[in-house]
């Protein structure tokens, strides 16, 4: 029952570029959208989050899209920099039930 | 502030051995999670609590119990440990539940069952 994907297991970009990370749920229920950072051997950190209600949420150089008609979400980091290498996960919601997506992980080269 | 943290970072058990994994949050927090995560994977949350004295099953709740005696505090516990619990187990507390409610996650417990 895999009710969120991220079909990228991996994304590398170049540093200064755009890094878009992509991902998909089933469940028209989740209520509310949240990004996880994880670095290795650390637990995971909150980045940014979203409500159903909005389609793009802006935090300095992270921004997410909400498309609820395609159930589907993004992360943009522009510009991307190396110490943003890491696992992000999407994790949609709604009350205490958070899903996780299995994670993409991001490669910043300098 | 510390906030999350866990006790052990790693162990190894033997098939059908016990232990018990300690989670500890300095925040005041209300609400306290543990989750495993397994390759390929994201995390699934195994059981929860939303109170001192309250515990709920999350979506992977079999081979597992958990106490919140202390609102501080919360275990997990693995009676008759199975190699398919080989997981790293994370726990995470929030100030409440529902919307805009950002989980903080401690570093994670790698656990190996043998």
């Known amino acids: 029952d895999q009710q969120v994907k991220q079909n990228s297991p991996s994304l590398s970009v170049q540093e200064g570029r755009i890094s878009i990370l992509n991902c998909d749920y089933t469940?028209?229920?989740?209520?509310?959208f949240l990004w996880y950072k994880k670095y290795p051997a650390e637990g995971p950190t909150f980045l940014i989050s979203?409500?159903?209600?909005?389609d793009k949420n802006e935090d300095g150089r992270f921004t997410v899209f909400l498309n609820k008609s395609a159930k589907h979400l993004s992360l943009h980091i522009v510009p991307s920099q190396p110490g943003d290498s890491a696992v992000y996960f999407c994790?949609?919601?709604?009350?205490?039930?958070?899903?996780f997506g299995a994670g993409t992980r991001l490669t910043v080269k300098p | 502030n510390a906030g999350v943290t866990q006790t052990p970072k790693f162990r190894v058990l033997k098939t059908g051995q016990s232990m018990t994994l300690l989670c500890a949050q300095d925040?005041?927090?209300?609400?306290m999670y543990w989750y495993r995560q397994d390759p390929g994977m994201g995390l699934r949350l195994i059981h929860y609590?939303?109170?001192?004295?309250?515990?709920a099953k999350g979506e992977v709740p079999d081979g597992y119990n958990v106490s919140r005696l202390k609102k501080q505090n919360f275990l997990l516990g693995l009676e008759s440990a199975a190699p398919s619990q080989t997981s790293v187990y994370f726990c995470?507390?929030?100030?409440?539940?529902?919307?805009?409610?950002?989980?903080?996650f401690g570093p994670g417990t790698r656990l190996t069952v043998l």
């Open positions: 995470a507390s929030s100030y409440l539940g529902g919307f805009y409610n950002e989980q903080f």
């Open positions: 469940n028209s229920m989740f209520d509310y």
């Open positions: 979203i409500s159903s209600i909005k």
């Open positions: 994790a949609p919601r709604r009350n205490n039930d958070m899903r």
């Open positions: 925040m005041n927090h209300e609400y």
């Open positions: 609590s939303v109170g001192e004295g309250t515990t």
